[in-house]
Structures are given as structure tokens and as C-alpha cells.
């Protein structure tokens, strides 16, 4: 019973936000949420936040989606009192709500802890959910400080967090997440709706996600001008000033210190650079062979979260897939769900 429940009552919330899409006056309290993010952080801005909202009703929130993502674990499904804390990052729009709905669908209890860079929007889309049946808020709490007494943990952060989180939730059953960039690998022969497909995965949300493609692995002839050219319609997306000016300060510095770059007009190529880069740069990496390719991702294995345009880890995701997950893409390939079932 309570699985079909949940299946109702969110496909409905998919589709209350679909209409709030198409209507953004039917709904002055979500609306007013989208502007209270975007004051917390420049970088939500309404159009990150709509393709955000829209991505979740579409790729989460169908009735037949919900019901094939539970339909394996239909026998362990039940509602209990077991609460499973989570501690969401704040890197891009809702990014914590798989991890909500993923508790709520094995049917237990949630504790939130939002970063404060995004703690507004969820809380909405809850109460737009709380609406169609009064029961979930009694599902979900939110709070603002970090959980110190707790069942299970479901934490995301950078490194310095992530380690934190394991050193004080470790005798706790959990998953715990550091940071993580995904890559693409071009041939030369890509299409023009692949390198399209390819400027969504570098630059929406202004590649601030783990899914971001924020490293290219090239071949060692390949002509980085045409490929900027085809990415040029992408400058209106990160029309930001914070991500512009994180762009001419890479920039900069780059040329300072005497660093090779080459300058795609809103964001500038690097080799060799961090993992992921900063704000405003996209990583490079030439190779000459295959086998090239294939040391590059053993030696990063631990650091990668999708690799678009090439196959790996028995996967291949194209060009323009990876910012649109569907409910089984886990994070870290962890079935959260399945993890939370057999350990509560």
C-alpha cells in the first residue's frame, strides 16, 4: 500500500511542477523561492533553476518511472520509523533531491540538512508535495544543523567535507561522497548535434556538478578553434557575472604566470589543470592511442562520476545525457536505494 501511495502522490507532484512550469504565477510560493536561491547564490539563476525543476518532473516524477524504479524491491518497500539523515551540497539546484526521494521511496523517515547555498527551493517543492497529501510532512524534517544522533547517513560534500563526514559518522551505516568530474572523450568525427549535446554537459548549471563535463581528452591532432566555434552559442547560458569574472581571473592568471591556455571567449582551455577545474576553465588532455585513454581513466578512476562518448565501466553515455539522470543513474554507481533497504 505504501508504495502505491508514494507513486501517486509524487507522479502528482511531477506533474503540479510541470504545470507550475508552464503557469509561474499559479504558484507565487515556489516562485518566491526560485528568487530567494538566486539571491543565495548568484549562479541559480531562474533559467538553472526552471531546467532543474524540469529535469526532476520529467526524469523522476512520471508514474512510470517511479513504479519501474521500485517495481525489483516492491516486497521490501514498507513505511517504518527508521530515519535516514542527509546531508545535501549546495553545488547546483536541488541536487539533494534524489537522495530525498530515494528515502521516502524505501519508506523511511527523512532528516535534511540543506547547505545553505540551496535551502530554499526544496522546502517549497515539499510543501507543494505536503498539498496533495498531508502525510509526508510527518516523513520529512528539515533542520539547520548537522545531525549528531543518527541511524543512517547519506552525505555529500567536497573532500575536506567528506572526510569530516566519515570521521564522525563512522560507526554509522551510510554513503559518503567526495567531490568528482566527469570527461569526455572526442575522435574528431563528432556531429554537430554531438558538440551540442556536448556544450549542455560542459556548461549548464556552469558546470558546476559532479556530472559536468569539465575535462576533454583530445586526439593529439585535434583543432581546438573549430571546436570552440561550435561551443560559442553556449555564452548565453553562463551569461553570469560571477562565472565571468571567475573566467577572466583564470584568465589572468593564467597569462601571469606564463601557463599555456587558449581563450574560447567565455572560458579558457588548460592542460594538465586540477581535478575538476575552476570555475571558467575546461581541462584538456591530448592523446595519440587508445591505451592513453585507458590509463587516464584507471589512473582518476576514483575521481570520476560519468565518462560521455565512450564506453566505461560497461556504460555509454552520449553526448548531452549527462545534467538529465534518470532515477537509477546513482551517484558513485551506489544503489542508494537497494543500500538503504538491506541496511535499515
Same mark, same amino acid.
Given at each position: 500500500m505504501y508504495r502505491q501511495v508514494f507513486i501517486k502522490d509524487f507522479s502528482q507532484l511531477g506533474l503540479d511542477l510541470k504545470f507550475f512550469l508552464a503557469d509561474q504565477k499559479r504558484d507565487l510560493s515556489l516562485s518566491s523561492a526560485m528568487e530567494?536561491?538566486?539571491?543565495? /547564490?548568484? %549562479?541559480? =539563476? +531562474?533559467?538553472?533553476? #526552471? #531546467?532543474?525543476?524540469?529535469? #526532476?518532473? =520529467? /526524469?523522476? %516524477?512520471? +508514474?512510470?518511472? %517511479?513504479?519501474?524504479? =521500485?517495481?525489483?524491491?516492491?516486497? %521490501? #518497500?514498507?513505511?517504518r520509523d527508521f530515519c535516514v539523515s542527509i546531508v545535501m551540497a549546495g553545488n547546483l539546484p536541488l541536487v539533494g533531491f534524489h537522495d530525498l526521494l530515494t528515502v521516502l521511496a524505501s519508506g523511511r523517515r527523512a532528516l535534511v540538512k540543506m547547505s545553505t547555498k540551496d535551502s530554499s527551493l526544496l522546502p517549497a517543492i515539499a510543501e507543494a508535495l505536503y498539498s496533495i497529501n498531508h502525510y509526508w510532512k510527518g516523513r520529512i524534517t528539515f533542520t539547520d544543523s548537522l545531525p549528531e544522533v543518527v541511524e543512517m547517513i547519506i552525505a555529500t560534500g567536497g573532500e575536506k567535507a567528506s572526510s569530516y563526514f566519515k570521521n564522525l559518522y563512522s560507526k554509522i551505516p551510510g554513503i559518503i561522497r567526495g567531490s568528482k568530474y566527469s570527461v569526455a572523450v572526442l575522435t574528431g568525427k563528432e556531429s554537430e548535434e554531438d558538440i551540442k549535446g556536448l556544450g549542455k554537459d560542459i556548461f549548464l548549471y556552469y558546470g558546476m556538478g559532479c556530472r559536468s563535463v569539465s575535462t576533454l581528452l583530445l586526439p593529439a591532432d585535434y583543432k581546438l578553434s573549430k571546436l570552440t566555434a561550435a561551443l560559442s552559442s553556449f555564452e548565453s547560458l553562463v551569461s553570469s557575472e560571477v562565472y565571468r569574472s571567475a573566467y577572466l581571473y583564470q584568465k589572468a592568471i593564467s597569462a601571469v604566470s606564463g601557463e599555456w591556455f587558449e581563450d574560447g571567449k567565455f572560458f579558457i582551455y588548460k592542460r594538465d589543470t586540477t581535478t575538476p577545474p575552476p570555475l571558467g576553465v575546461v581541462g584538456i588532455n591530448f592523446y595519440s592511442e587508445k591505451k592513453e585513454i585507458e590509463n587516464y581513466f584507471l589512473k582518476h578512476s576514483e575521481s570520476i562520476q560519468c565518462v560521455v562518448n565512450y564506453r566505461y565501466d560497461n556504460s555509454h553515455i552520449e553526448p548531452g545525457k549527462t545534467q538529465y539522470p534518470v532515477l537509477d543513474d546513482y551517484a558513485d554507481g551506489i544503489n542508494s536505494l537497494e543500500f538503504i533497504l538491506k541496511n535499515s
Open positions: 530567494d536561491s538566486f539571491k543565495k /547564490n548568484p %549562479l541559480f =539563476t +531562474r533559467q538553472m533553476q #526552471i #531546467i532543474a525543476i524540469d529535469a #526532476i518532473a =520529467t /526524469n523522476f %516524477l512520471s +508514474r512510470d518511472a %517511479l513504479a519501474v524504479w =521500485t517495481e525489483p524491491y516492491a516486497d %521490501l #518497500i514498507e513505511e
